[in-house]
C-alpha cells in the first residue's frame, strides 16, 4: 500500500529534550516536505527536499533541522524543544514538486 | 505573498444537498490548485489537482473548477452524504519547492 508514515504519532516531551520525528514513503517520490498545523493559522511549511541531499527552508524553519540521506526518509528533528513547538506536525511527499501530494497521519507533539 | 481565503469557514447542510466550496487566491500565476480532504485527527488527502490550463476537473461527485485569471476555484459535491463531513482545504501552486500555500478551510458538517 503506498503510504507515508510518521513516527512517533503522538508525543509528549519537556523543553530541551532533543526529538526525532521519523518519516518515511515507500512511493519512490523525489520530493518530501514537512508542515505545522496550528489552529488559526492553517498550514506552514517547515523544510522541504527536492531529493536525496537536497533540502531547504520553508517558511518556519527556525528550531528545526532535517536530513535526506536516502530518497525515502525525511526526519525532523527538534534540537532542543520550545512550547512554541507544541502542534501537529505533517510530512509530506510527491513525484514532483508540482504533482499530487501525499501526507502522513500527523504527529501531535506536545512540549512541556 | 500569496494568501489564500475559503469562504464560508463553517457549512452545516442536510444529507442530499448539493453545494460549493469557495476558495480565492491573490497570486494568480499559479502552476495548478489542488483540493484537500481532512478527517479530524487525520492527515489530508488529495481530492483533485486541477492545472492552471484546465477549467474543470471531475472525480465521482467532486467538481473543482479553476478561474484563474480572477484568482478563484470552487469545489462543487453533488448529493452530500454524512461521510463527506470534513474540513476541505484548497491550495494554489506557484512553482519551487515551497511555494504551496494552503487555506484554513472549510469545515463541512452534512447531517441526516
Known amino acids: 500500500e503506498a503510504q507515508v508514515t510518521q513516527n512517533p504519532r503522538y508525543l509528549i516531551t519537556v523543553t530541551g529534550k532533543k526529538l526525532t520525528v521519523t518519516c518515511s514513503q515507500n512511493m519512490n517520490h523525489e520530493y518530501m516536505s514537512w508542515y505545522r498545523q496550528d489552529p488559526g493559522l492553517g498550514l506552514r511549511q517547515i523544510y522541504y527536499s527536492m531529493n536525496v541531499e537536497v533540502t531547504d527552508k520553508g517558511d518556519v524553519p527556525e528550531g528545526y533541522k532535517v536530513s535526506r540521506k536516502e530518497k525515502r526518509n525525511f526526519p525532523l528533528i527538534l534540537e532542543s524543544p520550545s512550547p512554541n513547538q507544541t502542534s501537529l506536525y505533517f510530512c509530506?511527499?510527491?513525484?514532483?514538486?508540482?504533482?499530487?501530494?501525499?501526507f502522513g497521519e500527523g504527529s501531535r507533539l506536545t512540549v512541556l | 505573498k500569496q494568501e489564500v481565503t475559503q469562504i464560508p469557514a463553517a457549512l452545516s447542510v442536510p444529507e442530499g444537498e448539493n453545494l460549493v466550496l469557495n476558495c480565492s487566491f491573490t497570486?494568480?500565476?499559479?502552476?495548478?490548485l489542488q483540493w484537500f480532504r481532512q478527517d479530524p485527527g487525520k492527515g489530508l488527502t488529495s481530492l483533485l489537482l486541477i492545472q492552471s490550463s484546465q477549467r474543470e476537473q471531475t472525480s465521482g461527485r467532486l467538481n473543482a473548477s479553476l478561474d484563474k485569471s480572477s484568482g478563484r476555484s470552487t469545489l462543487y459535491i453533488a448529493a452530500s452524504q454524512p461521510g463527506d463531513s470534513a474540513t476541505y482545504l484548497c491550495?494554489?501552486?506557484?512553482?519551487?519547492?515551497?511555494?504551496?500555500?494552503f487555506g484554513t478551510g472549510t469545515q463541512l458538517k452534512v447531517e441526516l
Open positions: 509530506a511527499s510527491s513525484f514532483r514538486t508540482d504533482g499530487e501530494l501525499f
Open positions: 491550495a494554489p501552486y506557484t512553482g519551487g519547492g515551497n511555494k504551496l500555500t
Open positions: 497570486d494568480s500565476a499559479i502552476y495548478n
